[in-house]
């Protein structure tokens, strides 16, 4: 029973285009939200992250919109390039009450030429 | 800084054999997490360190892992005996004691038992 749900395994994407990641988490007291990014034979590297008072966070190219609601977030990278091909993994802690981040099992991004 | 540092980098050995992962974290952290990464089940916790304790270990898969920390700079997760479910990529990962920073990984070690 994953508490953090990735549903695409994969997703490919036109370079120009926007690339939306799409994450699911079912524990509703998760407050702080990260997502990483994994390159072949490297750890994982964070990205951005949200906490749950905010629906919004914006780092250049990188979006995460958070919709509580729903129990559901996604990250946008706009516009996609090349060295965005990786692995994206979606997080969940319960910040200020638990060291552990719950990580989903991954989408493999595909940048397309 | 080096990051953190995990050795060996690849390791293949027949089943049966002891397996011990090695871990330097980053200088001046106070936690130390170990994670397991296979395709059927992601990117999953197996036990994490604060100031050399083990605080949970509940993702170790059974009693053939084991953890260790015996001080700031170092720890092994060992796994005996091993068996061909246990090929995986194995990382180490560290952060300072506040909650909301980020936790920083290794490369990890790519374990195939055969």
């Known amino acids: ?113 | 800084d080096a990051g953190v540092i995990q050795s060996p980098r690849h390791e293949v050995t027949e089943m049966g054999q002891e397996v011990t992962l090695r871990c330097k974290p980053i200088s001046g952290h106070d936690y130390l997490f170990w994670y397991r990464q296979t395709m059927m089940r992601g990117l999953e916790l197996l036990i994490y360190f604060n100031n050399n304790v083990p605080i949970d270990d509940s993702g170790m898969p059974e009693d053939r892992f084991s953890a260790k920390m015996p001080n700031a700079s170092f720890s092994t997760l060992k796994i005996q005996p091993s068996e061909p479910r246990d090929s995986a990529v194995y990382f180490c990962a560290s952060k300072v004691a506040i909650t909301s920073e980020t936790q920083y990984f290794g490369p990890g070690t790519r374990l195939l038992v055969l």
């Open chain 1, 1 to 113: 029973d994953q508490q953090v749900k990735q549903n695409s395994p994969s997703l490919s994407v036109q370079e120009g285009r926007i690339s939306i990641l799409n994450c699911d988490y079912t524990n509703s007291m998760f407050d702080y939200f990260l997502w990483y990014k994994k390159y072949p034979a490297e750890g994982p590297t964070f990205l951005i992250s949200i906490s749950s008072i905010k629906d919004k966070n914006e780092d250049g190219r990188f979006t995460v919109f958070l919709n509580k609601s729903a129990k559901h977030l996604s990250l946008h990278i706009v516009p996609s390039q090349p060295g965005d091909s990786a692995v994206y993994f979606c997080a969940a802690s319960l910040m200020n009450r638990d060291d552990k981040i719950i990580f989903g099992k991954g989408t493999r991004l595909h940048i397309l030429p």
